[in-house]
C-alpha cells in the first residue's frame, strides 16, 4: 500500500501537476456555500460511504486533493485552514452526493475540504444525536448551527431546513434540561414556519421502502448496511 507520504506524492503527481479532476467541480465557483444546503443523509444509508467501501488508500488521495484543490481553505467559507477560529490547521473531508428521493438513490460526486463548524453544520442530525448522548455541549451545537446559517444569509442562500429541524428537535430536549436558548430560537421557528415549501422534494421519499434505499458509487449500487429502522435505531442509541 505505502506510506502516507507516498501516496501524497502519487496524489500531487496526479492531480496537481496533471489537473485532471472530474468536470463535476465547478473550480470557478469558490467559496461556494450552498454545500451548507447538502441534505442530510438518509437513516437507511448511515454508516454507508465510499471510503469505507473502496478503501483507505483510495480515501487518502481523495481528501487530499480536496484539501489542495482551493488552497487548503474550507470550501463552504472560504476561511484558510490556518485562520479556523476551531481546530486550528485542520481541515474534513466530506462526500457530496446528489440525492434522487423519489427512486432512493444516493449517487456519490466527487469530495470537497470544510472546517470542523461548516462539516459539521451539514451533519446536523448527527450532532442532534451527539447532543442527547451527551457527546458534545449544548452551547456547541448552537454555535455551529448559527455559524452555518450565517454563511447561508451572507450568501443570500435560503436556510438549511434539515438544520432548522434539528435544531428544533434539540430545542424541546435542552428546554427539559432548562438550557438558555439561543437569542435566535424565535428567527429559526420562524424560519422554518417561512420555508415549509422546501421540504416538498423530501416528501418523496416517503413512499420509499427502508430496504430500497442505494447509494449507487461508480454505476454500482449497495444496499443499507443497517437492514430495518429498528436496528438502525438500536446501533445509534446504544
Same mark, same amino acid.
Given at each position: ?109 466527487? /469530495? ?56 428544533? /428537535? ?69
Amino acid at each position: 500500500m505505502g506510506s502516507l507520504h507516498q501516496r501524497l506524492g502519487k496524489f500531487i503527481q496526479r492531480h496537481l501537476v496533471n489537473k485532471g479532476k472530474d468536470k463535476m467541480i465547478e473550480k470557478s465557483k469558490f467559496p461556494d456555500a450552498s454545500i451548507l444546503l447538502h441534505p442530510n443523509i438518509p437513516k437507511p444509508l448511515h454508516g454507508l460511504a465510499p471510503r469505507t467501501i473502496i478503501g483507505q488508500e483510495w480515501w487518502d488521495e481523495e481528501r487530499y486533493e480536496a484539501y489542495a484543490r482551493y488552497g487548503f481553505c474550507c470550501h463552504a467559507c472560504g476561511v484558510h485552514k490556518d485562520e479556523f477560529a476551531h481546530r486550528k490547521g485542520i481541515l474534513d473531508a466530506h462526500e457530496m452526493y446528489q440525492m434522487d428521493y423519489k427512486n432512493g438513490k444516493m449517487i456519490y460526486l466527487y /469530495s470537497v475540504a470544510l472546517c470542523h463548524y461548516c462539516h459539521n453544520f451539514i451533519h446536523n442530525g448527527r450532532m442532534a444525536i451527539r447532543l442527547k448522548k451527551g457527546e458534545i455541549s449544548w452551547n456547541y451545537f448552537v454555535d455551529v448551527l448559527y455559524d452555518g446559517f450565517v454563511t447561508l444569509k451572507k450568501a443570500e442562500l435560503p436556510p438549511n431546513v434539515f438544520a432548522l429541524m434539528s435544531y428544533l /428537535s434539540a430545542e424541546s430536549f435542552a428546554i427539559e434540561k432548562r438550557w438558555k436558548l439561543p437569542f435566535w430560537a424565535g428567527a429559526a421557528r420562524k424560519s422554518l414556519e417561512d420555508n415549509k415549501n422546501l421540504f416538498k422534494q423530501f416528501s418523496e421519499s416517503a413512499d420509499i421502502e427502508w430496504s430500497d434505499w442505494r447509494l449507487v458509487l461508480n454505476g454500482k449500487e449497495y444496499e443499507p448496511i443497517h437492514k430495518t429502522f429498528e436496528d438502525w435505531v438500536q446501533y445509534y442509541n446504544s
